[in-house]
């Protein structure tokens, strides 16, 4: 069982930087095993995933809306996964869930995560 806790989230003007971070419970040895990524859902909107990384770091996968701005890491050490979200947009604003599953692959389809933080509000002014 993982236990996935958020932060870093705040209010921010358009263009600035965040980061977001995500501890896991557990060993480190059992962190590494979860594939992990980041969701969001704005009022009235459906979640949708934006960013996701492979067990080993080497795969990642973003949303097109946030490519070029967005970049997910994670330190297995730490059992902590990063999203530093540069660039942001009014658009950006929502609530952040980091999750994890046992594979890369569920983050391509419309399956959701096995595993779910609390989530972190992120607020963009325009």
């Known amino acids: 069982q993982v236990q996935l806790v958020e932060s870093g989230g705040g209010l921010v003007q358009a263009g600035g930087s965040l980061r977001l971070s995500c501890a896991g419970s557990?060993?480190?040895?059992?962190?590494?095993?979860?594939?992990m990524g980041w969701f969001r859902q704005a009022p009235g909107k459906e979640r949708e995933v934006v960013a996701a990384?492979?067990?080993?770091?080497?795969?990642?996968y973003y949303a097109d809306s946030v490519k070029g701005r967005f970049t997910i890491s994670r330190d297995n050490t730490k059992n902590t996964v990063y999203l530093q979200m540069n660039v942001l947009k009014h658009e950006d604003s929502a609530v952040y869930y980091c999750?994890?599953?046992?594979?890369?692959?569920?983050?391509?389809?419309?399956?959701?995560?096995?595993?779910w933080g609390q989530g972190t509000q992120v607020t963009v002014s325009s």
């Open positions: 999750t994890a599953d046992s594979s890369l692959l569920t983050y391509y389809s419309d399956s959701y995560p096995r595993h």
């Open positions: 990384i492979a067990l080993s770091t080497r795969n990642t």
């Open positions: 557990g060993p480190s040895s059992t962190f590494s095993n979860y594939a």
